[in-house]
């Protein structure tokens, strides 16, 4: 595995659009921008196998914007699809009706409601058997395609359709699921800082087994903001600490970003209508200075495990 990546400035990043325009995806759409720029990094040599979910939007059949191979499935058996086409290709391979040069990168692409939730147990079993694939997340933080109902990715105090009061559990950590289970690759990447996502595909790419991706994807419609605001929001999610940019690789967690100084998490907060309740009409200081509290708890044991 090469450690000098070609994506040295941001001149370097690629513009093959491989992502066709013209789809039916919300305005704005931070999961969409991953998706672009995810495969633009990867090249048409890959397949998506795509769980129900909000990129459900990108195709009408017959028709996909990828320039490539796409084959859909239900919410919690994309993992499933991934080992068939995978096995098929192998297959191929082994009895010599398609060269190495034909083969493909297996990408399965699901929202937060699949990788949180009803998909995990196909996940789990698909890196405990060594599948040779990459798994793309695109996590908007609720059920958004179906109207933002609280998923295992909503986050404390967010106010979604079915917790209208803000939502009062903690946010499922899929990063560290996913490293407890050992696989080659494991890393957090958003749209906003497309160096550090370029080079964690290009570094993903470059290995064999399960890695997965897991992207932060603002939502206009589900977090309630202005679709222009889109970047803005992810920058902050990583200047604030909230969603920190980091890898897994060899047991060994490594931050590619470590914000400093640390924006407070109020200024995230506070551009998304589903955090409006914890400011108006009065602000709410217990649940704003419990968020901050979790995200300096998380950056203090980061430095002391640097000590």
């Known amino acids: 595995m090469s450690t000098i990546s070609r994506f040295a400035r941001m001149k370097d990043l690629p513009s093959a659009h491989l992502l066709g325009a013209g789809t039916a995806m919300c305005a704005g759409c931070g999961g969409l921008e991953a998706v672009k720029e995810v495969y633009d990094v990867l090249g048409k040599k890959t397949v998506f196998v795509n769980a129900a979910g909000c990129m459900t939007l990108t195709a009408v059949y017959p028709f996909t914007p990828f320039q490539g191979s796409w084959l859909y499935t239900a919410m919690a058996s994309a993992p499933a699809g991934a080992q068939g086409v995978r096995d098929a290709l192998d297959i191929l391979k082994a009895k010599g009706r398609i060269s190495d040069d034909d083969d493909l990168d297996v990408v399965v692409?699901?929202?937060?409601?699949?990788?949180?939730?009803?998909?995990?147990?196909?996940?789990?079993?698909?890196?405990?058997?060594?599948?040779?694939?990459?798994?793309?997340?695109?996590?908007?933080?609720?059920?958004?395609?179906?109207?933002?109902?609280?998923?295992?990715?909503?986050?404390?105090?967010?106010?979604?359709?079915?917790?209208?009061?803000?939502?009062?559990?903690?946010?499922?950590?899929?990063?560290?699921?996913?490293?407890?289970?050992?696989?080659?690759?494991?890393?957090?990447?958003?749209?906003?800082?497309?160096?550090?996502?370029?080079?964690?595909?290009?570094?993903?790419?470059?290995?064999?087994?399960?890695?997965?991706?897991?992207?932060?994807?603002?939502?206009?419609?589900?977090?309630?903001?202005?679709?222009?605001?889109?970047?803005?929001?992810?920058?902050?999610?990583?200047?604030?600490?909230?969603?920190?940019?980091?890898?897994?690789?060899?047991?060994?967690?490594?931050?590619?970003?470590?914000?400093?100084?640390?924006?407070?998490v109020e200024e995230y907060l506070k551009l998304q209508g589903r955090f409006k309740h914890l400011f108006t009409p009065k602000r709410d200081n217990f649940t704003i200075a419990d968020i901050q509290a979790r995200v300096d708890a998380y950056w203090a044991e980061v430095e002391n495990d640097k000590g």
């Not at 692409?109 to 890196?127: F, H, K, R, V, W």
């Not at 399960?210 to 994807?217: G, N, Q």
């Not at 970047?231 to 920190?244: D, M, N, Q, R």
């Open 109 to 264: 692409l699901t929202g937060d409601g699949s990788a949180y939730g009803m998909g995990l147990s196909a996940t789990s079993g698909a890196i405990e058997r060594g599948l040779d694939f990459l798994y793309l997340c695109y996590d908007n933080e609720g059920y958004g395609n179906t109207g933002q109902q609280t998923s295992g990715a909503t986050p404390l105090g967010a106010r979604t359709s079915t917790n209208t009061l803000g939502f009062t559990g903690d946010k499922k950590d899929l990063f560290s699921i996913w490293a407890a289970h050992d696989p080659a690759y494991v890393a957090t990447v958003i749209a906003a800082e497309p160096l550090d996502l370029a080079r964690k595909i290009e570094k993903a790419a470059s290995m064999k087994g399960p890695r997965l991706i897991l992207a932060l994807s603002p939502c206009p419609t589900g977090w309630d903001y202005d679709p222009k605001d889109t970047v803005e929001i992810g920058k902050l999610a990583v200047k604030t600490g909230i969603w920190p940019l980091k890898e897994y690789v060899d047991g060994r967690v490594t931050h590619t970003r470590i914000p400093h100084p640390r924006v407070p």
